[in-house]
């Protein structure tokens, strides 16, 4: 631990923490670089960088800041968003399954968005169905879960049986909609980048800037606090059931907002907040590394999704799970090898 | 029902002997000259609707040793976690410093009472110097989140405690002793005049007891601070108690200093437990020893 003092003021951080925060967020602005270069018109990163600072030429600035900027943008902050979400749940459940798409709030912003779908709604009442779908299983989950609090291994359960009821809600729901809808619902269903604009992009980027700092700096000692047990953190003076109710409130609009941006992507709230604990091998919440390995994470799940198989597109989401899961997997299996979980 | 005090009367004691049973110490009214800093008046305490106590008073004097002794279930740890704040009373209140503590900001409160819950976690891998630091909680902001302050007081408490030299070792390595004075330095980080702790021996060999129990007298004979302990065993408590607080089914049965208090009377009607109180040979405190009844023959003869 090291400590940073200007006059009264001080934070405290971890040098390896900061160090895979400044590691993995210079992955994905690399990634990002690369991505803004590949397509039908290539152009040099030293171009794309150009561009990106307002200094290209006519053309590059088009399709750079243009044609490709939202979709990368929106990647950096749907993974940014689902890591955050995935650490909160993870450590307000206390169990490493606690994700929202274990939970069941991704497949309720999924029902949203089918509904949607279903009374032939556009793009933008799609996603506006998904937050809508989100927000309403969230409070719904709280509540069956609540017995005068929340207790972890009660919302997981209730989540899990959720996750089952809308799972199969949804699959009735495809069947109602016409072929070409339910095409479309599906690439949705799956997680997808494809064709992403500032529209989706600017609720996310608006989210973020308000619960990353509450999250994060109001919210953080708390949160850390908590992690000692109900009774140990109410007699350091923080109110469980208050903290965990806010938290948990921020966590289901991240999934919610990023579900509408990207579709259920999946894997990356479960996998994200595990890789950046093991990477900074610290205990705690671990939520700026979170985000910041999320981010990277799905600005590279997508770039490998686009360019990688040749000419069939994948969507995002079977990277992140391939991807996500296997590097989760070999950590699982090193780990164990070490004499750790 | 309602009468302030102890209500050792209404308890339904043996019936053999009713007014020997009552020595004249249970009587003295408690605390009379100024009010204690910490206290619980008329305290109805439940969970969901389990009634755990019902016009519970219990004072606890300031720089005392507290503890609280009782039969299992008779709401030992119900009223810690009542006069903590962490469980609401139904009904009464606890008062800190004069004022009903349910009105009381709660980091102000976690700035004046201290608590060692049972249920801790230790987060998976964290070190010894990271656990104590969290208890300066009450004492950051958010922009001043370590202070040369705090990291005095982290340091000093490690010291107090005698697991400075662990510092950096994680706590999940440690022995139950150890751990156990690592969470009590937590509590001491946390730089509070009162200090509750809940079965801080449980699951300790006797050893680890022992050594928790004399950092705890310790703390409160050299820093002056108050302490209030719930403890399974009677002769420790006797032992290291300035003022005993006895419970028998939510009820108030004695209060006073162990010397006065610890009679095989109130032992019997407190535990329903047949047996002497000797002087102890090390410390001359109240000893109980259980008779030897009913299956007498066989054991005496061994």
């Known amino acids: 631990m090291k400590t940073l003092r200007v006059a009264r003021f001080s934070v405290r951080y971890r040098p390896r923490a900061l160090a895979v925060c400044t590691g993995t967020l210079a992955v994905a602005a690399a990634v990002a670089v690369l991505a803004l270069g590949r397509g039908d018109y290539p152009i040099a990163p030293g171009e794309v960088v150009r561009a990106l600072l307002g200094n290209g030429g006519a053309a590059e600035d088009f399709v750079v800041n243009q044609l490709r900027l939202p979709r990368v943008v929106t990647a950096l902050l749907v993974g940014a968003a689902l890591a955050l979400a995935g650490a909160l749940f993870q450590t307000l459940v206390r169990n490493p399954l606690g994700s929202p798409d274990v939970l069941g709030f991704t497949q309720g912003a999924a029902t949203g968005a089918l509904l949607v779908v279903v009374a032939g709604g556009s793009s933008a009442a799609l996603a506006g169905g998904a937050v809508a779908g989100g927000l309403v299983t969230g409070a719904l989950i709280h509540a069956l879960a609540w017995r005068g609090g929340v207790q972890g291994a009660r919302l997981v359960l209730v989540g899990i049986g959720t996750a089952a009821i809308l799972t199969g809600v949804n699959g009735y729901l495809l069947t109602r909609t016409q072929l070409m809808d339910a095409a479309r619902a599906v690439l949705w269903l799956t997680g997808s980048l494809d064709g992403r604009g500032w529209e989706q992009a600017r609720p996310l980027a608006l989210a973020l800037a308000v619960l990353v700092p509450l999250v994060l700096l109001a919210c953080g000692p708390a949160l850390r606090a908590l992690e000692l047990g109900d009774d140990a953190a109410s007699g350091l003076g923080v109110h469980p059931e208050r903290l965990r109710t806010v938290l948990l409130g921020a966590a289901v609009l991240l999934a919610s907002l990023a579900a509408a941006a990207a579709g259920p992507v999946n894997f990356l709230a479960l996998t994200a907040p595990q890789l950046a604990r093991r990477i900074t091998r610290s205990p705690g919440p671990n939520l700026a590394a979170s985000m910041c390995t999320g981010a990277a994470l799905l600005v590279t799940a997508d770039f490998a999704a686009q360019h990688l198989f040749g000419e069939r597109q994948l969507p995002v989401g079977v990277v992140t799970g391939v991807l996500g899961g296997g590097y989760l997997l070999w950590l699982l299996a090193t780990q164990r090898r070490a004499g750790r979980l | ?302």
């Open chain 2, 1 to 302: 029902m309602n009468a302030p005090g102890p209500s050792g009367k209404n308890a339904p004691g043996p019936s053999e002997n009713p007014s020997t049973s009552v020595p004249p110490s249970r009587t003295e009214p408690p605390m009379a000259q100024t009010e204690p800093r910490l206290a619980g008046r008329d305290l109805t305490l439940a969970y969901d609707r389990r009634t755990i106590a019902e016009g519970l008073t219990v004072d606890v004097p300031d720089r005392s040793f507290t503890v609280v002794v009782g039969p299992n279930a008779c709401g030992k740890s119900t009223l810690l976690r009542a006069l903590s704040r962490t469980l609401k009373p139904v009904a009464g209140q606890v008062l800190l410093d004069g004022r009903s503590i349910a009105t009381l900001p709660a980091k102000q409160v976690a700035r004046t009472l201290g608590l060692l819950p049972q249920s801790s976690i230790a987060p998976d891998g964290i070190t010894v110097a990271e656990l104590v630091s969290r208890g300066r909680y009450p004492h950051q902001g958010v922009l001043r989140q370590w202070s040369t302050e705090d990291e005095r007081v982290v340091a000093e408490a490690m010291a107090d405690t005698g697991v400075a030299e662990l510092a950096d070792r994680p706590v999940d390595e440690l022995s139950g002793g150890q751990r156990q004075r690592v969470w009590i330095a937590m509590a001491l980080a946390q730089q509070t005049p009162l200090l509750l702790l809940d079965e801080p021996t449980t699951y300790l060999d006797i050893a680890h007891q022992v050594e928790v129990l004399d950092l705890c007298a310790r703390l409160h004979r050299e820093q002056g601070r108050t302490l209030v302990a719930v403890l399974h065993d009677l002769n420790q408590a006797a032992r290291y108690a300035t003022h005993l607080v006895a419970l028998r089914d939510g009820k108030l049965v004695a209060a006073g200093p162990p010397g006065e208090v610890v009679t095989a009377e109130l032992v019997e009607e407190v535990f329903r437990l047949p047996c002497r109180v000797i002087p102890d040979p090390e410390t001359g405190t109240p000893l109980v020893v259980p008779a030897a009844n009913r299956r007498a023959p066989a054991s005496a003869g061994a």
